[in-house]
């Protein structure tokens, strides 16, 4: 007699695990640092991706991803997936997602709250959404489908936003908590998103993040930001990926990490991308940052051994 | 009927993205009572202005050729009239070469939409599955009298673009940082794009060989392909054709023909 024992994840999923990333900080991965990356050897930190660029069928994209992934963690960045629009998702990009963290088992997945798709038409942007008990519900199915179908929970990332809803009847903090609480999602805090929004709706960043639930943060973003100027002339923060992160970023950074301990960190630069050597300096400004708050870590379990 | 609330948030900004001449949807508000309409602008503005990049990125020959600010005008145009419907940007612009042919103001650079062709093939042979190449020696082992009846398995990279213009070397010299010096337009060019490997090649193929490559593909014998190809260039040099066809990776098998019956 035989006894057969099956697993219930499909065969596509090797049961296998990323590296630890812990207190690491991060960038984000740009084709033109390929040569420069590989030049340097395997390093300390990790790569993120975002998820679109590495769908097509094979060539350089997915060779570059491998190169990398062969000596670092990796992060999986949705930001197509529409996970806060009305409509159903759409099951064959899902289908390419899962495919991605099959293939590259990445140690962080994360997407966004916002939607960029709506009837046929894919908008190339992350929109907003009011925070309602029916958005509420439609998040929270879109969030357990994809869980369900890359079988492992991913990270919410908060969104940056230029206008409110008048229909709103939370506070985006209680949503995501919310959210997360329902789903059993982790939260990606993008901490440039949150100092843009701040700006933008007139309150202040320290209250959004004394109300943010951190012990299920993940990730944090960093990134850099541009400013223009709404209808009455006050600054109007653009969420712009274009340069260093600002010294009021760091600075909040500096205070989630000393709440919440060393958490995955990621310097996003997405256009006007710098050389290598700028973009790893950001990065090792947030590791040093990621690595007092260790240190400091260790010697509060010595003193109170 | 109305949108059921939850829906209508989507339903009421969706339109207003890419047409500047609507107004600012009213289910968004200002903080405080601010005003909407700069701030709105910022996602419009994402929309199209990440597009154009988008396009930019795909077709640089085209950017070159044009210049900036007539590409801007012209993919502004294609960008209202065909928003993209995939997530995946490399897949979007499909009929941009299209576009570019119909376009008033593109009109006096007929050969345009052809290079765009050519950089629409590029990418899509960038991104194709990987596959093997078939083996520079393969044809060696097969028995002579059997060549004829042989037929070709295409590369997934593999692309044929044929044009009345000289879009290959217009492509070729603007893909490149070099200076551009005068080219001669109207010699007809016919492009093969391949991907043995990760690096896509853009050759120039001779007379003969796109009808003799496009014979292939379809899936028509050697000795037939090779017949048409001569019937519309007698100089057509068939060993010549085929080994370079090899060499560029354009083919990952070959098999005999089969028939009715299977063999």
Redesign the interface.
Known sequence: MTIAIRLDAPATMPLRFSPPIGGLAGTSFKHEHLAAILAEGPQRGFFEVHA??Y?????????ALEAMRRDHPLSLHG??M?IG???AL?RT?LARFRGLVARYQPALVSEHLA???????????L????Y?A??F??VCDHIDEVQETIRRPILLENPST??????STMSETDFIRSVADRTGCGLLLDINNVFVTAT???FAALEYLADFPLSRVGEIHLAGHAE?????G?P?L?DSHDGPVADAVWKLFEIVIQRRGPVPTLIEWDSSIPDWPVLKAEAARAQAILDRAHAAAVSDDRHAA | MPPE???S???A??PA??DPTRAVPT??????G???????G??RN??TV??IE?LAAIYAAVLRITGNDFFRAMARFYIRSS????????EYGRDFPAFIKRYEYAQSLPWLADVARVERAWLD???????VPLAPHALARIAPERLASLVFAAH??TRLVRSPYSAVTIFAANRSAEPVGRIDASTPEDALIT?PD??VVVRQLPPGGAIFISCLMAGCPLGEAAAMALKQAPTFDIAANIAGLIEAGAFTSIAPATFGDGR
């Not at chain 1, 769908?55 to 060779?63: S, T, V």
């Open positions: 679109e660029n769908m097509g069928a094979g060539g350089a994209p997915h060779r930001v197509c529409s629009g009305p409509r759409d990009h939607w960029s798709t709506h009837e046929t038409g894919f908008f190339n942007d929109l907003p959404l009011p309602t029916a958005t519900q439609h230029y206008v409110a809803f008048a229909t933008n709706h007139g223009q100027s709404d209808d009455e006050d109007l653009i | 609330p939850s829906t948030y989507a339903a900004i969706a993205l890419l289910v968004v508000i200002g903080p405080n601010k005003a909407t309409e700069k701030r709105f910022v996602y994402n929309v990440s597009l988008a928003p993209p419907r995939s997530p995946l940007l490399f042979a960038y991104h194709a599955a990987d596959a997934p990279a991907r990760v690096e």
